[in-house]
């Protein structure tokens, strides 16, 4: 159905794999709009108009997903991530905040929370949060990279990485929990591990521009502003064949 293209659409896209994903939201803009479909499945035409860069009509099928059903929490929580996606956090937090109201303790609502609080220096509520999110599901990644961020801000390294350790125990060699110990790595000078790291992490998602942005943004905030300058070099080539290879 139309939900399972959307997640399997996220697969291909975590796993770099562009034109796999690209196919699958197109199919489903067809399906669902061109062709016409009775009763569509909003929630699947909301991801896949998101994926595919459509915030506007992602957010309008959200907003009639949430209409529609408004005890399911699920829209809030997505419409919270399109607002992060476009920065604008105020908005984000609102809707993560409603998810958490109709559900307290909804997993992905509190995820994004944390990470949220966390990329915007908040960090100890970030950290309470990413204890209730791990308390509720023990199985999410998610909160264990979120206290990796906090301890790399803290420059407690051997912390960070222990904390990559458990997300990857979590999630497997997945291109986010690679990026944060590829940052790691190279913070503590570890170039050997590092390119290591880098080339797992090329390997799983080739295009993974955010691997540089996320490199380039902890030397820069450490003033280590070389490493930055090679570091964004490399994640605007990366996002620049991305858009080529689409």
């Not at 067809?30 to 479909?37: C, E, M, P």
């Not at 529609?68 to 809030?76: E, I, K, L, M, T």
């Not at 908005?91 to 992905?108: I, Q, S, T, V, Y």
Request: negative net charge; glycine residues 4%; aromatic residues 6%.
């Amino acid at each position: 159905d139309h939900w399972c293209q959307a997640l399997t659409g996220m697969v291909h896209r975590a796993r770099g794999r562009a034109r796999e994903a690209t196919a699958l939201f197109d199919a489903i803009l067809q399906q669902v709009i061109l062709d016409k479909a009775p009763n569509p499945d909003l929630w699947a035409l909301g991801v896949a108009q998101r994926e595919l860069g459509h915030f506007q009509a992602a957010m309008n099928a959200l907003v009639k997903a949430q209409q529609n059903d408004p005890a399911d929490s699920r829209a809030a929580v997505m419409i919270g991530q399109l607002f992060v996606s476009k920065y604008q956090i105020s908005d984000a937090m609102k809707e993560l905040d409603r998810a958490l109201e109709k559900n307290p303790n909804h997993p992905f609502a509190l995820s994004h929370k944390a990470e949220v609080l966390a990329d915007h220096g908040r960090f100890e509520e970030a950290q309470e949060v990413a204890k209730k999110c791990q308390a509720v599901n023990a199985q999410l990644a998610e909160p264990h990279l979120v206290r990796a961020k906090i301890h790399e801000y803290e420059e407690n390294y051997d912390a960070m990485l222990a904390d990559v350790a458990e997300a990857k125990k979590l999630a497997g060699d997945s291109a986010e929990v690679l990026t944060r110990e590829a940052v790691a790595r190279w913070l503590r000078n570890e170039t050997a591990e590092f390119n290591q790291v880098e080339q797992a992490c090329l390997k799983v998602k080739p295009d993974h521009a955010l691997l540089y942005c996320e490199l380039g943004s902890s030397c820069a905030v450490r003033r280590r502003t070389d490493d930055a300058f090679k570091f964004f070099q490399q994640a605007l080539q990366a996002g620049q064949e991305s858009l080529t290879d689409e």
